[in-house]
């Protein structure tokens, strides 16, 4: 898969940055807005905040699964 279109988040328990979500699933929260949770391929579960256009171009870019 390219790592150009994935999603990238910070991984909180190994302090790196621009780490690539795997197996990303976006929601929509009570509020309105998108987030992306999933796993950085180490088993360390992490999750992102996204604006509506990079959310909804990730799911047409077959990068991350809707569940909204």
Same mark, same amino acid.
């Given at each position: 898969?390219?790592?150009?279109?994935?999603?990238?988040? /910070?991984?909180?328990?190994?302090?790196?940055?621009? *780490?690539?979500?795997? %197996?990303?699933?976006?929601?929509?929260?009570?509020?309105?807005? /998108?987030?992306?949770?999933?796993? %950085?391929?180490?088993?360390?579960?992490? @999750? @992102?905040? $996204?604006?509506? @256009?990079?959310? $909804?171009?990730?799911?047409? %870019?077959? *990068?991350?699964?809707?569940?909204?």
């Amino acid at each position: 898969m390219d790592t150009s279109k994935m999603i990238k988040a /910070y991984c909180l328990k190994t302090k790196e940055k621009n *780490v690539p979500l795997q %197996d990303a699933v976006i929601t929509k929260t009570a509020r309105g807005g /998108y987030m992306a949770s999933g796993h %950085d391929g180490k088993g360390n579960k992490m @999750a @992102a905040i $996204l604006g509506e @256009a990079k959310a $909804l171009q990730a799911i047409k %870019d077959g *990068v991350a699964k809707q569940n909204f």
